[in-house]
């Protein structure tokens, strides 16, 4: 955390601001509720599906975010990161992320 601190510091301070505050706050801690729509559209057009409220991790069924078919299978419940599981997709074959549901 203290890293993104010093980065926002240190790009603020680039663009001329020079007294800095970063407020950190832990609580409420953030969930997948808060994501905008917007922003899940942005997370598909990136490659990656949007989480689903239906399901947290399904077996099948999550839309492709390159050809958005439904046919497509759970190949791990961890994806590039912890937040994420790996599927791909049956019909144009590409392996995609799943943003989890938390
Ligand atoms: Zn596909």
Redesign the pocket.
């Known amino acids: 955390m203290d890293m993104i601190a010093t980065a926002i510091r240190v790009e603020l301070n680039t663009l001329g601001f020079k007294k800095v505050k970063v407020t950190q706050t832990i609580s409420p801690a953030w969930t997948t509720d808060w994501m905008s729509e917007e922003g899940k559209r942005k997370l598909q057009e990136y490659g990656i599906a949007p989480p689903d409220k239906r399901f947290a991790i399904p077996k099948d069924g999550v839309e492709?975010p390159?050809?958005?078919?439904s046919y497509?299978r759970l190949v791990s419940e961890f994806g590039s990161t912890a937040c994420k599981a790996l599927y791909q997709?049956n019909?144009?074959?590409?392996p995609?992320d799943y943003f989890k549901c938390h």
């Open positions: 492709c390159l050809c958005h078919s497509t997709c019909d144009c074959k590409e995609f």
